[in-house]
């Protein structure tokens, strides 16, 4: 019975954790002035409400076969490298950005990190594989998060506009 407690308190956690990643992407994403920034700011926003929604149904059920295909929906490939991508492409090499959008830039690389290292740290204290699986999931997709937002970073960085 404690052992089921303290998963239902760790993945409370982590549905708080990505609520809170959620409304900061949706507020980065208001803000942001550029075309690149509000939409990967947008697209990590659903993302990471896509993460609160298997969470939760992580936590609601029971069923190991209904775990299961929410772990296998878990694997799919994320679109947030190619939105990055093409929208590189159209702007070409002017990624120019407001100071207020680097420093969004910066956090949300910050929170991503330590997105994955929380799922990292929840993976290696999993008790079943179902959950250790899960959570290296999740840790993976906050590591795309994380890759993306450095080469956005990197890409406004050495944006021609910068000089």
């Not at 990643?21 to 994403?29: C, D, I, Q, V």
């Amino acid at each position: 019975m404690i052992e089921k407690s303290e998963n239902k308190k760790t993945l409370e956690e982590a549905v708080r954790f990505e609520i809170d990643g959620r409304e900061f992407f949706l507020k980065a994403a208001e803000k942001a002035k550029t075309y690149i920034a509000k939409v990967i700011f947008q697209t990590i926003a659903e993302e990471e409400l896509d993460h609160i929604r298997r969470v939760k149904k992580i936590y609601e059920s029971d069923n190991v076969s209904e775990k299961q295909e929410i772990l296998h929906r878990a694997s799919k490939e994320t679109t947030l490298q190619n939105i990055f991508q093409k929208a590189r492409e159209q702007m070409g090499k002017d990624f120019s950005a407001n100071s207020d959008e680097r420093e969004a830039i910066r956090l949300a690389i910050q929170l991503e990190f330590k997105g994955h290292e929380f799922y990292n740290r929840l993976a290696q204290e999993a008790t079943s594989d179902f959950e250790k699986k899960f959570y290296q999931h999740l840790a993976q997709e906050e590591l795309v998060h994380f890759s993306t937002l450095q080469q956005m970073e990197e890409a406004i960085t050495n944006s021609t506009s910068f000089g």
